[in-house]
C-alpha cells in the first residue's frame, strides 16, 4: 500500500482556516449583472442561474444554482424546481453543442459528508467528460491542465445560456 501525505490540507480540513460566513452563491446574485462575466455567471433566469465552477474538474463545469438560499431539494418550490431541471436540460445541450463530452456527470451533494462544499446552498454540478480525460497529472500530480481559461470557457458558453431555459 501507498501513502500520500499532503500536510498542507490539515488547516483547512480541521477547520484552522476562517471561512466566510457569506453564501458565494448569494453573493454572486447580488452582484450587478453587468458584471456577470467577472462573477464567471453564463445565464440568469427568474428563480435559478448558472456559473462556471471557479475550480472546475473539466473545460465546461457548471453549476446550476436556484436563487433562493436552500439546502435541500425538498425546501424548493415545485417552480424552482423546474426551472433547475429545464437549466440541467439548456446546459446539457449547450455542453454539447460546444464541447461535445462523450458523457456528462450531473451531481447533486447534500451535505458535507456528501461531498458538499458549499452545503447551505444546493447547487448541481454539470461536468462534461471524455474518456481518459483523468490521467496522471490529476492522479499522481494532483494537477488539472485545462486546455482554455475560464475567460473561453464563459465566452464559449454566454451566448447559449444568457437569457434562461425558457428561451
Given at each position: 500500500m501507498e501513502y500520500w501525505f499532503r500536510p498542507w490540507r490539515y488547516p483547512y480540513?480541521?477547520?484552522q482556516i476562517a471561512r466566510s460566513t457569506e453564501c458565494l452563491f448569494c453573493?454572486?446574485?447580488?452582484?450587478?449583472?453587468?458584471?456577470?462575466?467577472?462573477?464567471?455567471?453564463?445565464?440568469?433566469?427568474?428563480?435559478?442561474?448558472?456559473?462556471?465552477n471557479r475550480f472546475p474538474y473539466n473545460p465546461g463545469h457548471l453549476m446550476v444554482v436556484p436563487h433562493r438560499h436552500a439546502a435541500q431539494l425538498g425546501e424548493l418550490s415545485g417552480a424552482e424546481r423546474s426551472e433547475l431541471m429545464a437549466?440541467?436540460?439548456?446546459?446539457?445541450?449547450?455542453l454539447?453543442?460546444?464541447?461535445?463530452?462523450e458523457g456528462i456527470n450531473v451531481g447533486l451533494n447534500l451535505g458535507r459528508p456528501a461531498g458538499?462544499?458549499?452545503?447551505?446552498?444546493l447547487h448541481v454540478h454539470m461536468v462534461p467528460r471524455w474518456n481518459g480525460d483523468t490521467n496522471f497529472m490529476?492522479?499522481?500530480?494532483?494537477t488539472r491542465v485545462l486546455p482554455e481559461t475560464l475567460e473561453q470557457t464563459w465566452e464559449r458558453l454566454r451566448p447559449l445560456l444568457e437569457r434562461g431555459p425558457g428561451t
Open positions: 480540513v480541521s477547520g453573493a454572486l446574485l447580488q452582484g450587478d449583472p453587468a458584471q456577470d462575466r467577472a462573477g464567471l455567471i453564463v445565464g440568469r433566469a427568474p428563480r435559478s442561474f448558472v456559473v462556471l437549466w440541467l436540460a439548456k446546459v446539457e445541450a449547450a454539447e453543442q460546444v464541447y461535445r463530452p458538499a462544499g458549499i452545503e447551505a446552498h490529476t492522479v499522481m500530480a494532483e
